[in-house]
């Protein structure tokens, strides 16, 4: 059985009727989720179905048809899996399979092209949420790490908006993003206190949750 195949078909059909926050047809954003997992059919499979539970509850059922590891991946990246934001991260970042689909789904919606296309006040809202859902999800994992499981994340969170805010200090005091040696000493002390939070933060986070951060608040 063509799993990745049969998801396709279930996806299209079930989202046929549906736009995104932008008017374009929803099962676009379906099909770039899936683009992105690449060696893994599982996950693929989920991908094409992530939303499906959720947005399409007629076709849920169908879902169940699907082996147990994409069955359970889908039905964990449904926010009706969990009774808050708080335990539908935790829940996906013990599902690998889950993981990889919602990482990919995070970066398709945060993609700095599709965020114009929305009015600046829900961009800088959707920037908000799914900063907040690579926090819970991005972690770098480490049997080190000690006291409360909310502590690290609220930290990622603080640096994140302090990364952001320093960014734009540095765009609007020197009109550059980069450090340059003829830049005054307050110029490029800023530009320094920038790259040292950047790499906290980097060192702080998964690599991939820390790209699909850093391409969200890029420029082009």
Known sequence: MDWVAQARALATEAHASQR???GRPYIEHVARVAAAIHDDDAAKAAAWLHDVVEDCPQFADRVRDFPQ?????VTLLSRQS???AAHYYANIRQHPLALKVKLAD???????QRLRLLDPELAGRLQEKYSAALAELGER???QKTGSPASPRQRLQQMMEAARTLEQLVR???GRSSTDCDLPAHQAALIKARDLVFAELEAQ???EAFMIWRTMHSRT
């Open 20 to 22: 995104d926050k932008a």
């Open 69 to 73: 590891p994409i069955h359970d991946a």
């Open 82 to 84: 969990a009774p808050d």
């Open 106 to 112: 995070i970066a398709d919606n945060a993609d700095p």
């Open 141 to 143: 994992r480490s049997p």
């Open 172 to 174: 609007a005091t020197t």
């Open 205 to 207: 986070m998964e690599p």
